[in-house]
């Protein structure tokens, strides 16, 4: 008789259930089987109605993270030979509500992604004959590690914070702000701050740092909201003791 | 949504956190171990004469102050995470009791 | 099509669901055991202020057997907001010495080295 793994899902149909529940499928167990092959096994032979998120299947896209066995994780970065259990228990992402089975409704990260001003602002005209930025790799290094999100929102649903508080602008969005405002290139930082800078953005985090260690690309968000916090502190020092210097 | 004023309170918590990280346990291995083993004397004498300099003032105030701001802080942000709302019950008794705490040892080393 | 999006609410204990959440709240609870004996030296200062009989007893005070209890419990959770605080400090500012990241191994190994002459400096001028 050839090996099983019990998956525990939580479903919910909007159109039809007050509540999520829980629903048990028994998929084949194979060695180099991630829990989204699971799933796509389960689409495909048991039950067609379970809805989930994925794309690539090599955690690169940042489609398919869920809670699984209560630790967020890509579906597609979880190995089921990693899992002792018989039994692994998926549930949509931690924090963001429910919209059906394990799709979660991520439009207020979609907004607090585009309320850090996510792109490079110059503080002058800059025109086309004076030709492109130029930039050494020492000031790419700065920031490129704050690149690599994959916006796969592991983060969030890790982050006690942003369960405590709907508000808080997240780990993802803040260590995108910190990408541009250490870009050599950029001059947006006080722009960026209204939002970086409030009580919602870095302020919110008291450094749980489970953000950082969910986080399937080492972005480190959690240094991100640190750094920013210095850097917040030390421009509102300058313009307490340089009240009418230019922000 | 606008720049916070958190870092008043932030900035002193971050330097009393890196104070008590550095200070704070020699002191308590002095004053809860050294000292009732017998080790150590710490007369008033010695004391008071150390407290006495402006300096020595400065060192005690900084000592005593940066991590009951620390404390005081962290706790009123715990106490978020443990589901009390962070309104002003909260933040009066944390940052209240450490004005009081901090203008005590303040009055009492202007008074040494 | 219906949408009614369902939101899960975040339960009181969220913080005991998980080992790496109760690490964190002993984290934060060592700044209570902070603020304690700052409290201590508080009253320490006031019965120096006071005179030699009120230091006098402050330290019978601190030498008594709950008192060293106190304070024993309060040097653990200390010597742990150390450690954490040190472990922290690396992400919170990176140093480029040379063009080169300054590893967080070694910034942590000079906190350690600062808490170590630190001690020292306080051991010698305590009379040790």
Redesign the interface.
């Known amino acids: 008789m050839s090996k099983t793994v019990a998956l525990e899902i939580l479903r919910?149909n909007?159109?039809v259930d007050s509540?999520?529940h829980f629903q048990t499928y028994e998929v084949p167990y194979k060695d180099d089987w991630v829990v989204l092959d699971a799933l796509n096994h389960i689409k495909d032979h048991l039950d067609a109605t379970l809805s989930y998120r994925w794309s690539c299947h090599m955690a690169v896209c940042g489609s398919c993270g869920m809670m699984i066995n209560?630790?967020p994780k890509l579906s597609c970065h979880a190995f089921l030979r990693d899992y002792r259990d018989r039994v692994i228990r998926v549930e949509p992402l931690?924090?963001f509500?429910?919209?059906r089975d394990l799709v979660i409704?991520m439009d207020s990260f979609i907004e607090k992604l585009s309320?850090v001003k996510p792109y490079l602002i110059s503080n002058e005209e800059r025109p086309l004959s004076d030709g492109e930025h130029l930039q050494t790799p020492?000031q790419l290094?700065a920031f490129k590690q704050y690149t690599q999100c994959i916006n796969c929102l592991l983060c969030y649903a890790a982050c006690?914070q942003c369960?405590?508080n709907e508000n808080f602008v997240g780990p993802a969005a803040l260590a995108l702000a910190h990408r541009y405002n250490l870009d050599s290139r950029d001059h947006g930082k006080s722009d960026r701050?209204?939002?970086v800078?409030?009580?919602?953005?870095v302020?919110e985090c008291?450094?749980?740092?489970?953000c950082?260690?969910v986080c399937p690309k080492r972005v480190?968000p959690?240094?991100a909201i640190?750094?920013t916090?210095?850097a917040?502190?030390l421009d509102?020092?300058k313009a307490l003791m340089l009240p009418g210097a230019k922000r | 949504m606008a720049r916070s004023n958190k870092p008043i309170l932030w900035l002193p918590f971050a330097a009393g956190g890196l104070v008590a990280a550095l200070i704070t346990p020699i002191l308590i291995f002095i004053t809860g171990v050294l000292v009732p083993v017998g080790v150590l004397h710490l007369s008033h004498e010695k004391v008071a004469a150390f407290a006495h300099n402006p300096i020595g003032k400065l060192i005690l105030l900084g000592v005593v102050a940066l991590p009951t701001w620390h404390a005081a802080h962290r706790l009123r942000m715990t106490a978020h995470d443990l589901g009390l709302s962070d309104g002003v019950a909260v933040k009066a008794a944390c940052y209240g009791s450490a004005f009081v705490l901090i203008l005590a040892a303040a009055i009492a080393l202007l008074m040494i | 099509m219906s949408r009614r999006p369902y939101t899960r609410k975040v339960r009181r204990s969220w913080w005991l669901r998980h080992r790496r959440y109760v690490a964190y709240m002993v984290r934060e609870l060592t700044s209570l055991f902070i603020g304690i004996y700052s409290a201590v030296l508080v009253m320490g200062l006031v019965r120096l202020a006071q005179g030699q009989s009120a230091w006098d007893s402050f330290v019978m005070m601190l030498s008594s057997t709950p008192g060293v209890l106190v304070q024993l419990v309060c040097l653990l959770f200390a010597t742990y907001h150390s450690v954490t605080w040190f472990a922290l400090t690396p992400k919170a500012i990176p140093v480029m010495v040379r063009g080169q990241p300054v590893s967080a191994k070694t910034i942590i190994r000079i906190h350690y080295a600062a808490w170590a002459a630190v001690s020292l400096v306080v051991l010698i001028a305590a009379g040790v």
């Open positions: 919910y909007p159109e509540e999520p209560g630790e931690d924090h509500p429910i919209e409704v309320s020492l290094m006690p369960g405590l701050a209204d939002v800078a409030s009580n919602e953005g302020w008291t450094f749980v740092g489970a950082s260690d480190d959690a240094a640190q750094q916090k210095i917040a502190s509102w020092l």
